[in-house]
């Protein structure tokens, strides 16, 4: 055997490897592939086009169209009053169960993390128990000759249903953040001279700023996006979900339904993607 057929030998075999390796990567990666064209690329591009066949004009539909303008602000207000109020309770709430140590914490944070379980339906039909026709409040006012009051079923119902669903998220978040915090700086800032204020707006502000961006990104995006809820309670407000719904569902407009997906899909990508250009890893992460 000459000297070049020894060699050729072990660098064939090594091609041989590498090809064999290359094989078997493909194999592995082909059905994640497979899955991601089936559920996400050959729909997305789906919903992408589909407004296009009732014409160009009805992807602007959201914007030309007083109706669904009116719904998607309605889901923009809700949205941005729900996330800056349960960034507010949350971080009020969370840094007081990080920091603070009393018999039965434990209980309470689960207790108050818990509707993180309950589905979108199941806390549309608690407001319907408290504030619905049948409800305990509606019981409660006609007993006293007051009339039935009811609240579940328009705005004020479903603000207070997305502000339930959200809070427990908060809550969670802040209490990672807070505990996360370097009490050194505080201690620091206080021997400076540095008052309640300031500690608060120097110190806490900075270090809990990524974990807001995190929760308030998602928040808003959950909310805008919400249907469960909605589907339960929004009889007298209309927000953008539900029109959605309406359009495939009722009236089988699938262009325009896709159009009004691509809008809210938009305002919320938009959202997210500020929050992580601002936040950086801390929401990468979230």
């Not at 807070?178 to 500690?199: K, N, T």
Request: with cysteine; glycine share 8%; proline share 4%.
């Amino acid at each position: 055997m000459t000297d070049a057929s020894r060699s050729a030998r072990p660098a064939g075999a090594q091609r041989d490897t590498g090809n064999a390796t290359r094989n078997w990567r493909a194999l592995c990666i082909a059905p994640a592939v497979a899955f991601f064209a089936a559920f996400w690329l050959l729909p997305m591009v789906r919903l992408l086009a589909l407004p296009a066949d009732k014409g160009w004009s009805t992807y602007f539909a959201v914007l030309t169209e007083a109706n669904y303008l009116t719904s998607l602000l309605n889901t923009l207000v809700l949205s941005v009053g729900v996330t800056l109020l349960t960034l507010a309770l949350g971080a009020s709430v969370g840094i007081f169960m990080a920091r603070a140590r009393f018999v039965g914490r434990k209980v309470l944070l689960s207790l108050l993390t818990l509707p993180l379980s309950f589905p979108g339906v199941i806390i549309g039909f608690f407001f319907i128990l408290l504030g619905g026709r049948q409800g305990l409040i509606a019981s409660w006012s006609d007993d006293l000759g007051w009339g039935r009051w009811t609240f579940a079923y328009g705005l004020l119902g479903l603000f207070l249903a997305y502000l339930y669903f959200s809070l427990p998220r908060a809550i969670a978040s802040y209490v990672a953040a807070a505990q996360a915090m370097d009490l050194a700086l505080e201690e620091a800032a206080r021997s400076l001279g540095a008052s309640r204020w300031h500690i608060v707006r120097d110190v806490w502000f900075p270090e809990l700023a990524p974990a807001t961006l995190a929760c308030g990104a998602i928040v808003f995006a959950t909310a805008m996006g919400a249907f469960g809820t909605a589907f339960t309670l929004a009889s007298k407000f209309e927000v953008l979900p539900i029109t959605i719904y309406n359009e495939f569902t009722n009236y089988a407009n699938f262009p325009l339904a896709a159009a009004l997906s691509i809008a809210l899909g938009l305002v919320t990508w938009a959202a997210l993607a500020l929050a992580r250009r601002w936040g950086g890893e801390a929401v990468l992460g979230s």
